[in-house]
């Protein structure tokens, strides 16, 4: 019996000892090893990405699709995340932006693409839940891990919100809070520690080449 206590007591220190692998270990292979260690360290994440590519340029309406690159780009976001879905996936009401959020795993939960813009991506449904909802769930009851699907300006609003002028402005966003037009397939990596929130930016790690 003493030897199997001391046993049970060496694997439990092992184990003790072990660190636990990190949950989205695609993800944080792409990022800076400068803030691996915080990435690792942090309480709650949450990815904000532009939507894939959608089947023109100048399609702009909310049914506008994605196009083939579009959709290889949400397979590719959808190998980063992993096989475990996120906690939570927000969108705007765009299809776009909700095919490209799907990729998290999780049903989406949609939100209107302007405050008071009440057109959805479905022809006659309305949206009535605005993005303040979604910042304020992810303030007031968090989550793990969140992925949130936006558009070129609605994806600097997330990084203003939780990360500030200076740190949005780093990551591309310009004085109109915009992306540049050019600007696909980056993701934006919000995470915090105890109260405060960071950003960093993986570059192009969902982007994919036109076939």
């Known amino acids: 019996m003493f030897q199997t206590a001391l046993t049970v007591f060496a694997a439990l220190s092992l184990t003790t000892g072990m660190e636990a692998e990190f949950d989205r270990p695609a993800l944080l292979d792409l990022a800076e090893p ?3 260690a915080a990435l690792e360290a942090a309480d709650q994440h949450v990815l904000v990405v532009r939507h894939a590519r959608k089947i023109s340029p100048d399609c702009n309406g909310m049914s506008c699709p994605l196009s083939p690159q579009g959709e290889a780009m949400v397979a590719r976001l959808a190998e980063l995340v992993g096989p475990a879905p996120v906690d939570r996936a927000y969108a705007s009401a765009a299809c776009r932006t909700r095919l490209t959020a799907a990729a998290g795993g999780r049903e989406v939960l949609a939100h209107q693409a302007v405050d008071g813009y009440a057109v959805d991506c479905s022809e006659g449904e309305t949206i009535t839940r605005q993005r303040a909802e979604a ?5 007031h009851d968090p989550v ?3 992925l949130a699907g936006e558009h070129s300006n609605t994806s600097c ?4 919100e939780f990360a500030g002028d200076s740190a949005a402005a780093e990551a591309g966003c310009n004085a ?3 992306l540049a037009e050019t600007a696909y397939g980056d993701v934006f990596w919000l995470y915090r520690t105890g109260e405060d929130w960071h950003l960093t930016v993986l570059p ?3 982007e994919v080449e036109a076939e």
């Open 34 to 36: 400068s803030v691996q």
């Open 135 to 139: 910042f304020a769930e992810t303030r």
């Open 144 to 146: 793990r891990w969140t």
């Open 157 to 160: 609003l997330w990084m203003l």
């Open 176 to 178: 109109e809070g915009r």
């Open 204 to 206: 192009g790690a969902f």
